[in-house]
């Protein structure tokens, strides 16, 4: 069965510096993709990035990256320069490319940016 | 704006009572899904439905109960209401099928249920 680990309930970054949330997952499925959302504490859920399990590059958006090793099974989301504005609950999710199609979500990292 | 559209935004009901939240999904999107985030938790996977037809199950209590609809909105049916059902109930839909595995779930802003 799918699953999707977070093992890091809360992190604290300094403001400008990267922080690196992780995300491993477990599936039999060879296709399937990796998905990061950011949920402020307003509460609504905001996709930042995709990693496809074929892709060969690592996915960047922005300030965002996505470091995928895929021997590991690992999707470390890398935010650089962090903002204050990036205090939030961070979730790592998984859709595989057959069955259902249904998304599987990670118990989330909250992060905390300092000034 | 993620096009998703849940209604309404805050719910105070009773213990027992029976309430219906709704969605409508993003223009084009097939598939509806529900999760329940409680309290500081992760998003629980409840159940999806693709074209009118539940494709799977997650932990939905058997007192919840989902459909969607030819026009495709989807409606979340809670019953016999608990202290512990008060949680932030999301829609997402998303476009589905083999190709689909690189496109996003889009979320609606979610239905806050409490009850009292």
């Known amino acids: 069965a799918q699953k999707i680990t977070q093992t890091q309930p809360g992190m604290f970054v300094q403001e400008k510096e990267a922080v690196t949330l992780d995300c491993t997952y477990d599936t039999s499925d060879p296709s399937y993709g990796l998905f990061w959302y950011k949920q402020p504490s307003s509460g609504e859920m905001i996709f930042l990035i995709y990693?496809?399990?074929?892709?060969?590059q690592n996915a960047t958006e922005g300030r965002y990256s996505l470091n995928f090793q895929k021997a590991r099974k690992s999707a470390n989301l890398v935010i650089s320069a962090s903002q204050l504005g990036d205090s939030a609950m961070y979730f790592c999710?998984?859709?595989?490319?057959?069955?259902?199609?249904?998304?599987?979500f990670g118990t989330g990292t909250r992060l905390k940016v300092l000034a | 704006d993620s096009g998703v559209t849940q209604t309404p935004k805050h719910l105070i009901t009773a213990t027992g009572q029976r309430v219906t939240l709704r969605c409508s999904p993003r223009?084009?999107?097939?598939?509806v899904y529900w999760y329940q985030q409680s309290l500081d938790q992760g998003l629980q996977f409840l159940i999806q439905?693709?074209?009118?037809?539940?494709?799977a199950k997650g932990n939905i209590l058997e007192r919840f109960s989902a459909q969607q609809f030819p026009d495709l909105h989807s409606e979340l049916n809670l019953s016999s209401l608990e202290l512990g059902d008060s949680a932030l109930y999301f829609c997402?839909?998303?476009?589905?099928?083999?190709?689909?595995?690189?496109?996003?779930?889009?979320f609606g802003q979610g239905t806050r249920l409490t009850v009292v």
């Open positions: 439905y693709y074209n009118g037809e539940e494709r």
């Open positions: 990693q496809g399990s074929y892709d060969q």
């Open positions: 999710a998984m859709r595989e490319g057959s069955g259902t199609y249904k998304y599987i």
């Open positions: 997402a839909s998303s476009a589905q099928g083999a190709g689909g595995i690189n496109t996003e779930a889009f």
């Open positions: 223009s084009g999107d097939l598939s």
